[in-house]
């Protein structure tokens, strides 16, 4: 059964499964960005299209890819930084009730949303902060808030921007944890450079070099594919110079 | 309710109960005509708080919304009936076209865009209010309203217009209050610390901002309404930038994001303004010197000082 | 109305055009490299009108002197009000500047008022451009043809500047990518301190040359403001060129507008800027900034 398939074509195409981590990398430059703003509907794509649960959402705008089921986190982190971690989440539970438009009444009063808020932090770990302001978070606590924004839209497919972007090794292994046991709930795709940590934790791995796919597949495969070394490791080289 | 709530209420109920009571206790009618003034600024100062220290949009125009309330309701005023409610009505549905027009395209940008689009629009209006004389009068403005009667009572100058001001002025804030704590007002704080982010949660960022610039601008004709009758006319000077700039130093002196900020901001503003006038040549560029420093030194402006004092006395309380 | 009656608010716009190209000439380099709305743009035209005939008064200096040396006066001015006011704000949001220099704008015109009061004066054109040439069958004032020679004489100046000259280069480079500061090694906040300051002088200048054809009042400067704003934003913010066109345009359509429907040409001029950046956020006329 085909649940959550995301397919954007246009040189990249690349199916998501249900459940599955699906990850997208590639070495800078190589148009991970470029394909991730389109399925994620910041841009739209010259050609081609993009398909969420079989339904055309090309060039959607954002409010209305995350109705349709799509989720997303930002490489730079971006979480609302006067405000408490808790209602930070209560945001996002509040917008999937539909009740963001009420006028009349308390936000606080919305007591279902904010349960619900409490519980995603729980999951992820971050209930110990859940009444700090979100701008006094270390950095990777903001990190993994930006998986809770996201995770509390209830996705059928969340889409990660590079989540480990500036964390210690102790946090990225903390994060790769947290994605692996969040695809119970949803299926994930994942853009990184760092192909280690990716290796770890994908069903599925995409490898992007200069705007083309050269691999994709289990990590096993696509680890010991040539090119994918070749590639890879010459772009690490011209990285360092 | 924590007993810091239900101190800040009493404060609250403590302060409108003295305003209430001032025209009762001897306080000359000079100064009450300034208060009323003071008051119809807040109600206008407040609606531009919704937007700017709220939905993040800060505009340069904010005079269309009251000027246009001023026009219409004191033109109906004058040539239909001068019932204080139903002027109300009439000068809403006006504002509340415009806005809803307006804001759609305008609410589109955001930032800088937004802050000179918004002025372009109040020009636009002002430029008509010199332009078509038939209605307006020109330059020379509209003259002759009537004393507003609320069910066909004539409410006199003085004491009962300005209980009239004061009770806007207060369901005005009690309105915007709850607003801003509503599902909505938080949606719009969202929105304000990052457009992007909010898309990302799913919240149309147009649609929303659109509704406060409507809300905004609705509330900004109340206090125009109020001031048509206050002056018993008007003039295309209450379209034009300099008005705009006023109602925003009041916020912003004030304290924007706070609702209360702006109503001390706009009754120093109408005090402080006397004071200079009468006083000084140069109130102008004391009035420039101030608004600088607030926005340099003191963003939160007045009601962030007065809020970290009124903290740390609970917090030395417990 | 005949065809002299055109031409000749044509001629107009064309002479108010030109002085509107320095104004818009310096707002739109401080936005493009800073992202600086600097709303006390025109107190600082003004403000060069003051000086001029401050320095006329005060010293005794013929008119071409004093036109020369009012922008060396409100130029430090500027560059003290961008180390003082917009320097300490740079990493905030852009309208915190709009702001800051909305109160400066206050400000300046209240020390105008306070120094040389509410009045209005209007400087006579100096020896030998008084007099007036046939033009279109109208008498037409001399002066104002040369001051708008001269104001398009700086302009063009200005253009070749940013286009030849290797610091013109670095605030193209900065103009086009903000990023490119840091990558050619460029300071930044002391090349828009300067650049401030010397779009603030060709402001004090323009307001210095109008000053025999403009009558010199505290507020003058508000309505060139927003004129320039409304140039800027149709040739796409930080766009040189583009402001250039959108100074023109907005002349002319006042100028020949107003001859024709009055006060209502500025309501429609305002009406069409406010939907031209609805659809073209980037200005009308080819590539700007985004606003």
Redesign the interface.
Known sequence: MMFGALRAVDDVSLEVQAGHVHSLIGPNGAGKTTAFNCISGVCRPAGGQVLLNGADVTGW???RL??AGM??T?QIT??????TVL?NVA??T???MG??????????G?TDATAQAAEILKLLGLDGSADATADHLAHGDKRVLEIA??L??RPTVLLLDEPTAGMSTGETQRAAELIRSIAQRTSVLLVEHDMEMVLGISDIITVMTQGRVIASGPPAVVSADTRVQDAYLGAVDAWST | MTARETGTRLLLAAAIALLAGLPFVGVPQFTITLLTEALIFAVWAMSLDLLVGYAGL?T?GHAAAFGLASYAAGYFAREVTADFFVALLVAEAVVGLVALTTGF??T??S???F???S???A??LF??A??WRSVTQGMDGLVGVPLPSIFGVTLGTGTPFYLLTLACMVVTYLALA??V???????L??IR??E??A???????R??KW?AFVISWAIAGLGGTLMVFMKAGTTPMSLH?AES?NV??MA?FGGIGTLLGPVVGAISFVFLRDEFTTRF?????????V??VV??AF?AGLAGIFSRAWNALWRARS | MDLNFFLSSALNGVVYGAFLLLTSLGLSLVFGLG?V?NFAHGALYALGGYAVIAIINQTGAGYWTALLLAPLAVVPIAIAIERA?IH??RNR????T???T??????????I??VWGTGTTLLKPPAPFEGTVEIFGNQYPLYRLLAAGVSLAVSGGVFAFIQWTPIGLRIRAITDDPGMAEAIGVNTKWLLTLVFGAAAGLAAFAGALGAPIFAVHPEMG?GIL?DS??AV?LGG?GNLPGSAVGAMVVALTKSIGGGYI???S??VL??V???A??FR?TGVFGRGRV?
């Not at chain 1, 971006?78 to 405000?83: A, D, N, Q, R, S």
């Open positions: 705008p954002s409010h995350v109705s989720a997303r930002f971006k979480v609302f930084g006067e405000l209602e945001l996002a509040r917008s999937r009740c963001n438009l009420q006028v009349w009444g308390s936000a606080r919305r924004i996201a509390a839209l | 800060v340069f395209v305008v589109r940008v930032g800088v865009a802050a000179i689009i002025l372009c629009i020009q636009v430029q008509v010199v332009a709850r607003l704590d509503s599902p909505f007002g938080r949606t704080h969202a610390t990052s992007d982010r898309a990302a949660i799913g919240i149309n960022v649609l929303h509704i930038w700039g925003l130093v912003i040549t140069a109130w102008q560029l004391a009035f420039g010197l608004f600088v926005v340099l963003p | 992202r709305v006011t300490p704000i949001s852009d309208v915190y709009l702001l800051v909305f109160g400066m704008s206050f400000m300046l015109i209240g020390a008022e306070y508000m927003l704003f409304l934003i913010l009055a006060d209502w500025v309501a305002f009406a800027v406010a939907i950046l609805i956020p606003a």
